[in-house]
Structures are given as C-alpha cells and as structure tokens.
Antibody, heavy 121, light 109 residues
Framework: EVQLVESGGGLVQPGRSLRLSCAAS????????MHWVRQAPGKGLEWVSG????????GYADSVKGRFTISRDNAKNSLYLQMNSLRAEDTALYYC??????????????WGQGTLVTVSS | EIVLTQSPATLSLSPGERATLSCRAS??????LAWYQQKPGQAPRLLIY???NRATGIPARFSGSGSGTDFTLTISSLEPEDFAVYYC???????????FGQGTRLEIK
C-alpha cells in the first residue's frame, strides 16, 4: 500500500524558514518523480514544485521560485521542501504527491494527508 | 503560464442525473489534462489522466474527453458519493509549470 506522510509544518513568522518532509513507502521511491501541491484554507489546489526520480529535472511555480527548494533522498525514501522567506500567502496545507509514471508524467496518483503551514506574526 | 478555467463554478444536480463539467485552457495542452475529485477534509483523488483515461479503481460512470484547449468530465449517473469539488490540471510543459483549474463544486440539488 502506497503511503505518503508529510511532516514539518507549523506556525512560522513572515520572513522565516521551514523545512517539510515526506516519508514514502509501499512503492519503489527512486523510480518516480515526486511533487508538492498546496491548498490555502478554503481555496483551490496549487502545484508548488516537482522533482524527477534522479533530481535531474526540477520545476517550481513562479510564486515560489527563488524561495523554495525541493530535494529528495532516495536512500531514505524521503522528499523535502525547504521554504525560505515565507510570506503570509504561503499559508496552506502542503501535500506530498507521487507522480503517476516512472518517467515524469506530471500528474499525481497518490497523495499524503498534508501538513499545515501557517505564516503569521 | 497556462491558465485553466473551469465552468460552472457550482453545479447543482440530483442523484441519478448526468453531470457535465468543463475545463478550458488558455493555450493548447494537447491531451495532457487530468481530473481530480476532492471531498471535504480529504486529499484529492486522481480520476482521469491524459484527458480520457480512467485511473485505477475509478468507476466507469466517470469519463473524460477533449483535446487542445477544451475538455469535459462527465459523470453519467450521479451517486451520492460523487458530490464533491472537481479540479482539472494540465502538465503540458513540465517542468516549467503545472497548473490547476479553480475547481467546480458539484452539490446536491
């Protein structure tokens, strides 16, 4: 059974940093691209970032480019999101999502339950 | 950035009726379009990928069609568990960007 468990969310002041983690199990982690998708309270879905199986291809939404960094550790079956210079508009539930294909598809067949990030003074 | 516009914003129907949800892209995404269902307090669930392919375990009453800029999700006969929010999503220019539509809320009439 595929499981994605996010952690690392919390309350943080504007301008500060936070690192999210996603622990994956139930599939061959280093075969698949992985992504972060967020959802502000009461709002729609926003893709944040994605990373290919070997970290050779990485993408970011314009809203986070230059502030967020995605990475992965295939030996630990883990995905990360380093978030710097946080803003109030980054407040959201952050989901870890598995790519559908072994080669990057860019759509998501499994999702975690999310970790909540609140940026407020 | 490719913008996806979903319509209607809210759709009110009764169980047993047919639902038709629309997603329009600001430029061609070929067939690189997916549909997701999200219920309150839950993560999204992949329904359709590549415009018309049902994901694993998705009932046959869900179908997708379209290509280029205009796409449709059809639910042939609504079940009580189908009332939720539906999102379309394009992946045509990974890794430059992946975008979602704003969602259509399907509510019980």
């Amino acid at each position: 059974e595929v499981q994605l468990v996010e952690s690392g969310g919390g309350l943080v002041q504007p301008g500060r940093s936070l690192r999210l983690s996603c622990a994956a199990s139930g599939f061959t982690f280093d075969d698949y691209a992985m992504h972060w998708v967020r959802q502000a309270p009461g709002k729609g879905l926003e893709w944040v970032s994605g990373i290919s199986w070997n970290s050779g291809s990485i993408g970011y939404a314009d809203s986070v480019k230059g502030r967020f960094t995605i990475s992965r550790d295939n030996a630990k079956n883990s995905l990360y999101l380093q978030m710097n210079s946080l803003r109030a508009e980054d407040t959201a539930l952050y989901y870890c999502a598995k790519d559908r294909l072994i080669a990057v598809a860019g759509d998501f067949d499994y999702w975690g339950q999310g970790t909540l990030v609140t940026v407020s003074s | 950035e490719i913008v996806l516009t979903q319509s209607p914003a809210t759709l009110s129907l009764s169980p047993g009726e047919r639902a038709t949800l629309s997603c329009r892209a600001s430029q061609s995404v070929s067939s690189y379009l997916a549909w997701y269902q999200q219920k309150p307090g839950q993560a999204p669930r992949l329904l359709i990928y590549d415009a018309s392919n049902r994901a694993t375990g998705i009932p046959a009453r869900f179908s997708g069609s379209g290509s280029g800029t205009d796409f449709t999700l059809t639910i042939s006969s609504l079940e009580p568990e189908d009332f939720a929010v539906y999102y379309c999503q394009q992946r045509s220019n990974w890794p430059r960007s992946i975008t979602f539509g704003q969602g259509t809320r399907l509510e019980i009439k």
